[in-house]
């Protein structure tokens, strides 16, 4: 069993910073990939970032250079040069393997506001 946490949502202007954390509990030794999606009101949930066990790094086009994972730290997702576009809740989805078969963990989800 996993099972995941967001922190570090909030308010900041267009143009800031923020730095969310996923927290994942249980047997992480067996996750392959740590996901970011997120979800605006009234639009797909959608992916965002990901970081894979083998050290493969993927972002959407959307917030490519902008925002960050770390291969030290992939549970970390730095997101520069904010913008009102990126308004949404972000949600961590932790893939892991149990008995053979690939499943997910996703947790409650962190709000992040771009605003003037």
């Known amino acids: 069993q996993v099972q995941v946490a967001e922190s570090g949502g909030g308010l900041v202007q267009p143009g800031g910073s923020l730095n969310l954390s996923c927290a994942v509990f249980g047997n992480i030794f067996y996750i392959n990939t740590i996901n970011w999606f997120r979800q605006a009101p009234g639009k797909e949930r959608e992916f965002v970032a990901s970081?894979?066990?083998?050290g493969d790094l993927r972002y959407a086009d959307s917030v490519r250079g902008r925002f960050g994972l770390s291969k030290d730290n992939v549970n970390r997702l730095q997101m520069n040069r904010l913008e009102p576009e990126d308004t949404a809740a972000y949600y961590c989805?932790?893939?892991?393997?149990?008995?053979?078969?690939?499943?997910?963990?996703w947790g409650q989800g962190t709000q992040v506001t771009v605003s003037s």
């Open positions: 970081a894979a066990r083998s």
């Open positions: 989805r932790a893939d892991y393997w149990d008995a053979g078969v690939t499943r997910n963990a």
